[in-house]
């Protein structure tokens, strides 16, 4: 496993989180449960009162990889939402108005 994932179930975990994220990501519920047993094995996880929790071993390798991959740039928090900016410059007179079928809220 590599350390990203690593990074992203300790996370999730520790926040007591869920694990939308790792969805969001692409891994699959089969694989998620596959890098839990990793992750158990390695001594990163306590399974205690059906509950998941950090060992100490896991905050230590959390507290470690953390620095590769936390963003600690604010202005990339955020993506910027580029496929609704319009490319044309308009003129201070204009008002543009959308179709109703192309409003997302």
């Known amino acids: 496993m ?8 300790l996370s999730v975990i520790n ?4 694990i939308k994220k790792l969805i969001n ?3 699959s519920y089969k694989q998620i449960s596959e890098f839990i047993d990793y992750a158990g094995d390695s001594g990163f996880l306590i399974f205690d009162d059906e509950k998941l929790i950090l060992s100490k071993e896991g905050s230590l390798k959390l507290t470690e990889i953390e620095k590769k991959f936390k963003i600690t740039d604010k202005n990339k928090w955020i993506e910027p939402e580029e496929k609704s900016r319009i490319k ?5 007179d204009f008002i ?3 179709h109703q079928d192309e409003l997302y809220f």
């Open 15 to 18: 926040n007591k989180g869920n």
């Open 25 to 27: 990501e692409g891994y």
């Open 2 to 9: 590599n350390d990203q994932i690593l990074f992203l179930l």
């Open 88 to 92: 044309n410059q308009l003129s201070k």
């Open 96 to 98: 543009y108005l959308p």
